[in-house]
């Protein structure tokens, strides 16, 4: 915008130079052609009164002059200037008028003055050099104001610009904080009015994005609450049944339900900071859990883990969500008995890559669409995993495992150190 408000500036000051300086520059021409005409129509003038008065008079008022001069005389003899009669003269002698005509040497001017017996023909010759004396010089100096005229539009142009284009790019960089959740950043209303009215829309605009999103943590976070309280009485049913290990495992479910709802509080409620967790801890902890209810379906579990920390940019509860909505898609969608591998390995460069695999029919095509599913299910399971790799800066790719099956792989972006408890 900057390059083409300097550019229309330019163009503008120069049409209008054009429109100015082109007959100011034909106007110089002609006032020095007028000039130069009016000079020799001057030194005429002073020889015109001696006509008439003798040979010798005339011959030394024509001797000296700053412009050639001829005497016609009307016996066909010349003084001054040695010369042979032009049309222009003849036509003179013969009409009685005066006038100037155009030639190849420049400028002829003829006065006729009738004196005694008949009528002289005084003649002189502008050359073009003298009508054009000084036309030159006043053209360049006539350019070089042009030309100044225009770099001062240019520089008075990219001025103005500036203070256009400068709170457009301010714009620019706040919206730019906004999409990456800088939800706090501000326009500074400033430049032109329709400028400053963007600022404040802009403005209204991220606080009632900080109004809606607000709302919908406290909607999530209340609808979680609402939970609790059919969760508390299914423990407490849970407690009233006589078989001790169907109590156990009832409760044990109960638990685990509780516990992802408050993760669900939690999450709803965060407010940033820093988002890290032990990677090899998180995956241990929820293969663990389901590796109870594979044991329950007769369904084998490939393990490999690695023994250390492996620290990961997303927070143990998101981590651990993906992990769950990946695994319980293999218990939901697999017959009992299908085997299933869950692998964390370290990343070069830092991170981690999590692949969860298993031997059952796999998914259809378009498995990653959000709500698609094929087996009746709210096709939820695989989009909470995107969501959650993406929001700590990882993927997920969902392909075909190499002997059947299905096969999912998180890549998990990696922290320079673990979060403080």
């Known amino acids: 915008m900057r390059r083409r ?21 034909l106007l110089v021409r002609q006032v020095a052609e007028d000039r130069a005409i009016s000079r020799a129509n001057g030194v005429l003038q002073t ?13 030394l008022a024509v001797q000296g002059q700053p412009v050639p001069v001829s005497v016609f005389t009307p016996d066909g003899a010349v003084i001054g200037q040695a010369a042979a009669p032009t049309p222009a003269v003849r036509l003179a002698a013969a009409k009685g008028e005066s006038f100037a005509v155009a030639t190849g040497a420049g400028r002829e001017i003829v006065v006729p003055v009738v004196a005694g017996p008949g009528t002289y023909v005084i003649r002189t010759v502008v050359p ?7 036309v030159a010089r006043s053209w360049l100096v006539l350019a070089g104001l042009g030309v100044a005229l225009v770099l001062l539009g240019l520089v008075v142009a990219d001025r103005l610009a500036r203070t256009i284009v400068a709170p457009i790019a301010d714009l620019s960089a706040v919206s730019h904080r906004l999409a990456r ?82 993760a669900v509080i939690q999450q709803a409620r965060r407010r940033g900071g820093e988002r890290a967790c032990d990677a090899a801890a998180v995956v241990a ?31 143990a509860d998101e981590l651990a969500a993906a992990l769950d909505a990946l695994l319980g898609n293999v218990f939901a969608h697999t017959p009992d008995g299908t085997a299933f591998g869950v692998s964390l390995a370290a990343r070069p460069g830092g991170g981690a890559v999590l692949t969860v695999s298993d031997d059952g029919p796999g998914f259809p095509p378009d498995a990653l669409r959000r709500g698609s599913s094929g087996s009746g299910s709210t096709g939820l399971g695989l989009d909470i995993a995107r969501r959650a790799a993406e929001s700590g800066g990882g993927s997920l790719r969902v392909e075909p495992a190499p002997g059947g099956g299905a096969y999912v792989r998180i890549d998990l972006t990696g922290v320079n150190a673990l979060p403080p408890a």
């Open 5 to 25: 408000l300097t550019l229309l500036v330019a163009a503008t000051t120069c049409l209008i130079l054009i429109a100015f300086l082109a007959p100011l520059a």
């Open 128 to 134: 073009a050099a003298e009508l054009n004396r000084g």
């Open 181 to 262: 959740a800088e939800l706090s950043a501000r326009a500074a209303p400033a430049g032109p009015p329709e400028v400053r009215e963007v600022a404040a829309a802009l403005n209204h605009l991220a606080g009632r994005i900080q109004d809606l999103l607000r709302e919908e943590r406290e909607q999530v976070a209340d609808l979680s609450h609402r939970l609790r309280t059919p969760l508390t009485a299914l423990r407490l049913e849970a407690e009233s049944l006589r078989d001790p290990e169907e109590a156990a495992r009832v409760a044990a479910a109960a638990d685990g339900i509780q516990r992802a709802v408050t």
């Open 47 to 59: 020889i015109v009164p001696l006509v008439g008065t003798g040979a010798d008079e005339l011959s």
């Open 285 to 315: 902890d929820r293969v663990a859990f389901w590796t109870v209810l594979a044991e329950d379906t007769d369904r084998r579990v490939r393990r490999e883990l690695p023994p250390g920390p492996l620290p990961v940019a997303i927070p």
